[in-house]
């Protein structure tokens, strides 16, 4: 069965990131964000799958893996060469328009490089450590992405040429203001030091300098059979990745060609793996330039997610778990419940043991402190915490010490499996006996994402499903070999095969007359086997509603084969992050899943995962009528996935578009407010990350 490819899928959907960026009907100063959101989605994508595909070639003996890596290395470079005309020939001129001047070096005025020249040796200068490049001083080795100023110079007393690299620290901002409040203009740090390099290399004359920076292979690779203790092999790991494999460069446009080629040569890459830009070589920090610009009139509107009535009273909160089910969506709905679930366990005297998994979290977070607290107070605390998190390596490292020093259990989960599930058990001591308690989430207990992040949030006492709750942190912790979940679909275990079942029992449903639907929100479809059972659902008559978000390899509206599968990709202020999953099940109550887990081969076998069902009667028309049904009828800010590839804008000709976000907006306008105090902060939401 055809299928789209899979990097090819990657960098479309990083293209259509850019084209949010260059839709006008964006305000101006999230164009600039979604631009550099878009350059980062990049950065990763040569960090891991470019990096893969080279490895790939030079292992290969055939010609096929070359040429693949030729096209994507093409494809990158249409994209890198999109993002600075975007910058170039879109944004800097609608942010003039707004009174928001942007410089190079070469239009900043005898004015400003007077005012520049004295904060140059102020407060850059002697950050500044020039590397020279001669046979004393072998090529240095060059940071991960870290931003560098090739400086070529010529020592007037024997004409010799000489050259050296100048790191410019990350600390120091990468965004300058230049002139007066209120009649500021701004530059890049680098263009700053450009100006004035010549500074720093006495007795020698500058013959030119160009901002660069290269990206290295980031992929992880620990033997945890060899390692003896994972925590120290991973951070070993990390200290090893500013020498991993470079995989590009990345220098300014007008780089003589014999000094770019001396610096592919240093770092040991090909000319094809070079990249030339005409303009900012790190487009992802111009995100800084919004902090310095107070014009929220050019931000998406802040709102205040609400607060259902049934979270007012954080003492109540496992009083009403006890009687019903409880569902919270975000950002809409405020995560603040979650972090009461947590806190509330921490203080309770009931409570005899809380465990929790933790994958990603904020610096501040406030579980980690409520997880600290229990485990203070006597309470059995056990904390899954996920030491691989792609790029929070260093921070759950930071978590798992802080828990472990606090009197918590902390584990690292199945060998050779990531924990990405989002689980929280509580058990309390009540009248009856022992009670557990149970949230199950389709995101991360970060606070600060959930405000700008769409997951679910689900607060369950069910005796049936708290009960594989449980099983599954035994797993985790006691390494269960083949665990039988009842109600839980649990990766690696089970989770491939019963999602394939129940599409493949639509199909039977189809052909036996019966009525047929599936609708799946995820943010990859990568998956063969579930992308062919969906092929013979739709081959068999059932109609499929797919909202994927980046990766796609299904191919859609093939005759015979997918004619009756729709896919959509919904980008916009939010991150479309929540997995969603319904099946009609006829003959029986529609099935009505959530969960961590996207429909890729890591997430079904090299991750621990839960989809979890939503049993509660309310709860599922709620979702059928709200929430399932808004990203059917309001496709707004949608496009729609071709068979060729293409995405085409759902939104019809000359009508305003129906946006699903802003229905999900409108509706938790409808509720109570949450009052923002403390750290309860307004939100102002915009992400549209990597298709993790």
Known sequence: MPMFNRELSWLSFDRRVLELAEDASVPLLERVRFLSIASSNLDEFFEIRVAGIMQQEESASHSATREFLVEVLGRARQLVEAEQRCWKEQLVPALAAQGIVFKSREQLDESQRAELSPRFDADIFPALTPLAIDPSHPFPVLTNKGLYLLVLLRDPTDGEIRRAVVPIPRV???????????????????????????????GLELQGSWAFRITRNSDLYVDEEEAGNLLEAIEDEIRNLRKGAPVRLEIEADVPEGEMTWLLKSIGLKLENAFRVGGPVNLLRLASLIDLVPRPDLLYPTFVPALPAEFNDPAKLYGRIAQQDLL??????????????????????????????????????????????????????????????????????????????????????????????????????????????????????????????????????????????????????????????????????????????????????????????IFAKVNSLVDSDVINALYRASAAGVKVELVVRGICCLKPGVPGRSENIRVRSFLGRFLEHSRLFRFENSGGDAVILMGSADWMPRNFLRRVECVFPVRNKALRRRIESEIIATYQDRSGDAKELQSDGSYVSCQPTGRLPACAQDAFLGLARRLAPEPVSGSKKKARGRSVRRPR
Not at 183 to 202: D, E, K, M
Request: positive net charge; glycine residues 6%.
């Open 172 to 202: 120091l901002p990468r965004v300058l203001a230049v002139g007066q409040a209120g009649q500021a203009c701004f530059t890049l740090l680098s263009h700053v030091v450009q100006l004035f390099i010549h500074r720093l290399f006495p």
């Open 328 to 517: 919270l969506h975000h950002p809409y709905e405020s995560f603040t419940p979650v972090v009461d679930f947590i806190r509330q366990a921490a203080r309770d005297e009931s409570v005899v043991a809380i465990k929790l998994t933790l994958y990603r979290t904020s610096g501040d977070s406030p579980v980690v402190e409520a997880l600290k607290e229990a485990a203070r107070s006597g309470k059995q605390v056990t904390a899954l915490v996920e030491l691989r998190a792609r790029f929070d390596e260093l921070n759950n490292i930071e978590w798992a010490r802080q828990l472990e020093e606090a009197g918590a259990h902390v584990v690292y989960g199945l060998s050779g499996l990531k924990t990405h599930c989002k689980a929280c058990l509580v058990i309390r001591q009540e009248k009856g006996g022992l009670r557990r308690y149970a949230h199950l989430g389709t995101g991360n207990y970060n606070p600060k994402t959930a405000r700008i992040y769409t997951d679910f949030s689900l607060f369950t006492a069910d005796s049936e499903v708290t009960e594989d709750v449980g099983l599954l942190f035994n797993v985790l912790t006691g390494n269960l070999g083949r665990p039988k979940f009842k109600h839980l679909l649990v990766a690696p275990f089970d989770l491939s095969r019963r999602i394939v079942e129940m599409i493949d029992a639509e199909a039977a449903a189809a052909t036996a007359g019966r009525k047929a639907n």
